[in-house]
Structures are given as C-alpha cells and as structure tokens.
C-alpha cells in the first residue's frame, strides 16, 4: 500500500500539532519553572505559566539565565551564578555537567537552594528559596541545549530550619539535664550565680563612656577576659550551646584586638553576640528548674529526699530570686542581665555614647515573644533604636533649646492582640520627620524622581525612608555605604509575614507599629 506525499505530510503535521498541544499543556500545568536553555545561555522562546510566577514577570524573550537570576539576588550569590553558568557552556563540560576539577559542585550546592527576594507591588520584598535542576536535552537548531526545571522549596527549607532548632533545643536541654545530674545542684547553682555575674560585669564594662584609645582598648580586655570565663566553665559542663555563643563572642573581641584603632562604632556590631550569649545563658536559667529524677547523693542546698529515696533537683535559689524580680512592678526593677531588654539597653547607651546624647530605652513586653519571632523582633529592634539615636533623638543642647528634656527617651513594647496575633510598638521623642527633606534626600541619591517626589502626599513621602540605599548620613571615602537600616527593619518585618506602619510628628515623635501574624500553639509558648 502506497502512501501519498500529501496525506504523507498531513499525518506529519498532525503529530507536530499533538506534539505541540501537548508540550503547551505540560508548560501551562506544570507547578514548576521550566524553560530550554542553549548553548549561549540564551532561555529559549517556550517557557512554563509557573515560570511567569516564579519569578513575578512576563517577558523571557532573549533573556539569559544570568538576567533572569540578576535581579533577585545579591551581588556575591550573581557572581556565584555567572561562574556556574560559565562552565555548564563550556564545551568541555561532561554530558552538559560542569566537571568537579572545574570546581562545579559548590556552585550546583549553591543552585540547588537559592534565596531569591521578589518585588511586591508596594515596594517591599518577600523572600524565597528556589532549587534548579539542569538535565541536557536535543532541541533542534540547537547543538547544546538543557531544560531547566525550577521548584519552590520555600516551604521544606522552612520546615528544615524549625526542624533544626528543636534538634537543638532539644539538645540543650539534655546537656542541662546532665550536668545539673552529674555536677550536682550545689556545684551547677555556683555556675549560675558566676555566669550571672560575669554578664552583669559585661553590661557594665560596655556601658563605661570612652573617648581615648587606651578607654577602648581596656574595655575591650575586660570584657574579653569575663568572655573566657564564661567559656572555660561552659566547657567544663560540657554546655556546648553558652561555650559556642561564648566562643563567637571571643573571635569578634579578637578581632578587634587586632585593629590598630578602635572607636565607639567598633563595639556596636558586638550587640548581636551579645545578645546569643545572652539568650543561651537565659535559656540555661528557663529550663534548669525542668531538671529531675537523679539518683540520691549527699544533701545539697537546693535538692529534697521523697519518701522513697528519689532525689529532686529543684530550681536553684538564684531562679526563685529572679523570678520574684521579675514579678515586681517595671518602675521597681531593672532590666534583668541576660535578657533581651538589657541587651537593647546597653545598645541605646553604647550608640548615644558614640553621638554625644543622652537617651534611655524604655522596653517592656520582650518576654512575650515567641520563639518563631524573637530573631526578627531582635533585628528590627536593634535597626530601630540605632536610627532613632542616630537620627532622631536631638543632642542636649538642642533639646533645651526647644523646651525638651535633656534626655531622650525609646519606648518599646511587644503586646499579644486579643487575636492572638502581635504587635510590636517602638516611638522616640525626637525631631520626626520632615516630608520635604525626605523627599530631597531621596531625590539626591537617585531613588526617586523629582517627578514622582512631588506626586507623593506627605504621608507617603516618609515611607521613602524604607528604600534601600535611603540615608541622610554623608558617606566618606573608603567607608561603608550607610542606608540598609530601615529597608532591612522592612524586610525583617515582611520576612516573617508581618505589616509595619509609620506615623510622624515633626519636631515631637516618630512611631512605628510592626504586626505580626499568630502562630501555631506549639510556637507560641515562650522560651
């Protein structure tokens, strides 16, 4: 049977046809990001509708991998990138795979998690972490070409990273559990009361005001040294979590030892290892008195018998103390070493110092914070105090010559919401905002057109200040670049899901309110 050339070409258009309709409904239904990439790095015309969401845009035409990825990651990820990319197109690659002597595997390590931030539609960003998948493939007219397969691991990687801190909750709490068993309760309770001292005599040694180099080089050593003791007897209970915090805090020390100057700015990047060793040592106290069941040993201060011989090892008495602080009145008590609130006070104190002013944080509500936020509210609340300082709160001479009191004052509030959502309150006393300076200070760093400044109402116009590279600071050569501060308050905040709001009254007071979404009961409890 003869088959003509006509139906002959017919039947081959309507496999071309079937073909294509199907390779249209993979691409529309798919919940992955697939494109062809060629030989030139180039994303081929066909892409899937899941790519379009992906990565929140619409045209892929003549756009490369280097262009699609460029503009939601840092400069040093895009690097990273453009090396793997480099060698996938080598002709000498391995059935299209960058050989390891090419030093590949760390850059495929790299795009198998990627943290992506996207634009939403009122300037802010959410981040996201995407894994690419490249597998060769024949396309025709193309001698070297791969499908790219792009997934949304946003919810795994987060899932991975609560996984992990219980692990490691979980394994604190053994570690405490032993030594309190093993140490004894005597031995472990003269720990905590050493510890607590030792923090006491940080918060102190950081709050002296200095000006000459000697001043800074002797704070440094004496915290440095009251650093190692919390160490060495960490280690000695074998307490890896306070040793580890203890430890980050000494390489930072050392590190400044080794400058051959130093300044008041030098000690502030110290706030966040501040804040670990002071979280660990927090937790240390929190979860001792769940200690219990050990066997019986000579009596202690802080053990009791039951009637059949099993010894309790109760909270020790320098907890009860504390905890009876704690449930004295805010005006009668001050902010506990160890804790958050004294950590943002010795921040305040330490900025303050550095610009010539006199401010005092008034901080309540930190213990409220579940664990799943107290990252982000530590970080948009460092952010915040140190531009409040900075910026907004005046120097004594200014405030008296405007009726203020000498000293500014940050108020700071966590409150859980009837919804069980939260809210996140901060306001100073300072200057405010003025509108027509931001939006000139806006303008002058290229973040806005004049155009679009004087289209912005007031109310509006302030929230410039959340743009990245935003800052009225002068820049000198050399020196970092200042401005990240209130856009990274911003992406702490819309990171964890939350909405921040600004209010300001010139000459008086600025107000921010951050609102964060519930969490699920388990997450909720506070460490």
């Known amino acids: 049977m003869f088959i003509s050339v006509k139906r002959h070409e017919r039947e081959k258009q309507e496999l071309i046809s079937a073909g294509n309709r199907l390779t249209e409904a993979v691409l529309k239904g798919s919940a992955h990001g697939l494109f062809v990439l060629d030989g030139k790095g180039k994303i081929l015309p066909q892409v899937s509708a899941s790519l379009a969401t992906l990565f929140r845009r619409q045209e892929f035409t003549n756009l ?79 001698p070297r070409a791969w499908l790219v397969t792009v997934t949304d691991i946003t919810a795994r990687v987060q899932q991975n990273r609560e996984l992990e801190d219980l692990r490691t909750q979980m394994q604190t709490q053994g570690e405490i559990l032993r030594s309190v068993l093993q140490a004894g309760a005597a031995r472990f309770n003269a720990f905590l009361h050493r510890t607590d001292a030792a923090m006491h005599a940080i918060n102190g040694v950081l709050k002296k005001p200095a000006r000459e180099a000697d001043a800074f080089r002797n704070k440094l050593e004496e915290t ?77 201060p802080d ?89 907004g709160v005046e120097t004594p001479a200014v405030r008296k010559e405007v009726g203020k009191p000498l000293h500014g ?43 679009a400044a004087a289209r912005l109402r007031d109310r509006q116009a302030i929230k410039l200040i959340f743009k990245s590279g935003y800052t009225t600071l002068p820049q000198a050569a050399g020196e970092a670049a200042h401005g990240s501060g209130m856009s990274l308050v911003r992406r702490y905040v819309h990171e964890a899901g939350g909405k921040i709001a600004l209010a300001t009254l010139q000459g008086h007071e600025t107000r921010f309110k951050v609102t964060l979404p519930a969490v699920a009961a388990a997450d909720a409890q506070v460490a």
């Open 224 to 300: 440095l040294g009251e650093v190692d003791r919390v160490r060495r007897d960490a280690a000695a209970l074998k307490l890896t979590g306070l040793e580890s915090a203890a430890r980050l805090m000494e390489d930072a020390l050392h590190e400044l030892r080794s400058r051959g100057a130093l300044s008041g700015s030098d000690f502030l990047p110290l706030a966040v290892k501040l804040d670990q060793l002071y979280g660990q040592f927090a937790l240390l106290r929190s979860l001792t008195s769940q200690a219990s069941a050990a066997e019986p040993e000579p009596a202690a």
């Open 64 to 142: 490369t991998f280097e262009k699609l990825i460029g503009p939601v990651v840092t400069a040093k990820t895009l690097s990273a990138v453009r090396t793997f990319v480099t060698r996938l197109l080598d002709p000498a690659a391995i059935d299209g795979v960058p050989t390891a002597a090419a030093g590949a595997p760390a850059q495929t390590h790299l795009l198998q998690d990627l943290e992506v931030r996207l634009s939403n539609s009122d300037g802010s960003f959410a981040t996201a972490h995407y894994a690419f998948e490249f597998s060769p493939v024949e396309y025709p007219r193309e």
């Open 409 to 451: 004052t940050l108020h700071l509030e966590f409150r859980t919401m009837p919804d069980q959502s939260f809210e996140l309150h901060f306001q100073d006393d300072g200057c405010g905002l003025d509108p027509d300076k931001v939006r000139a200070t806006a303008i002058a760093k290229g973040l806005v057109t004049a155009e």
């Open 303 to 391: 053990a009791r018998m039951t009637e059949n011989g099993t010894q309790i090892i109760e909270a020790p008495a320098f907890l009860a103390e504390m905890a009876q602080k704690a449930a004295l009145p805010k005006a009668h008590r001050m902010a506990q070493a160890g804790s958050l609130d004294s950590t943002l006070a010795a921040l305040t104190e330490l900025v303050a110092q550095e610009h010539n002013k006199s401010v005092a944080l008034d901080c309540t509500g930190m213990q409220l914070v579940p664990p799943r936020y107290q990252a982000t509210i530590k970080n948009v609340a460092i952010q915040l105090i140190r531009n409040a300082v900075m910026h």
